[in-house]
């Protein structure tokens, strides 16, 4: 049983695509405030995970946003903004469980 209420692939899919959704929303708005927490969402989970206590499953959400995380924009770099928002989403799709 997963500790983070990610108990199947689905479900990992799911919370994925819950980010990439805000991703995408994020990067229509482009201001600071919807960055920052796009952002926060992802070092939330960052630093939640716990490699003793995850399933499967926890380490394959848990390393795509280890590697969303990495990515993202800098707040005080507006410039790296767009690049940064691209590699979120890069990496969400590319760490996202395939579909059977």
Same mark, same amino acid.
């Given at each position: 049983? /997963? +500790?983070?209420?990610?108990?199947? =692939?689905?479900?990992?899919?799911?919370?994925?695509?819950?980010? !990439?959704?805000?991703? @995408?929303? +994020?990067? =229509?708005?482009?201001?600071?405030? /919807? +960055?920052?927490? !796009?952002?926060?969402?992802?070092?939330?989970?960052?630093?939640?995970?716990?490699?003793?206590?995850? /399933?499967? +499953?926890?380490?394959?959400?848990?390393?795509?946003?280890?590697?969303?995380?990495?990515? /993202?924009?800098? !707040?005080? @770099?507006?410039?790296? $903004?767009?690049?940064?928002?691209? =590699?979120?989403? $890069?990496? !969400?799709?590319?760490?996202?469980?395939? =579909?059977?």
């Amino acid at each position: 049983m /997963s +500790v983070y209420g990610i108990e199947t =692939e689905d479900d990992c899919r799911k919370k994925i695509d819950e980010l !990439l959704e805000k991703t @995408r929303r +994020v990067g =229509e708005t482009m201001n600071e405030e /919807s +960055v920052a927490d !796009l952002k926060a969402d992802l070092k939330r989970y960052f630093d939640l995970r716990n490699d003793k206590k995850m /399933s499967a +499953v926890d380490r394959t959400f848990f390393r795509a946003i280890h590697e969303a995380y990495l990515r /993202s924009p800098h !707040l005080g @770099r507006r410039q790296t $903004w767009r690049t940064g928002l691209y =590699e979120i989403e $890069w990496k !969400l799709k590319f760490m996202r469980p395939k =579909e059977k």
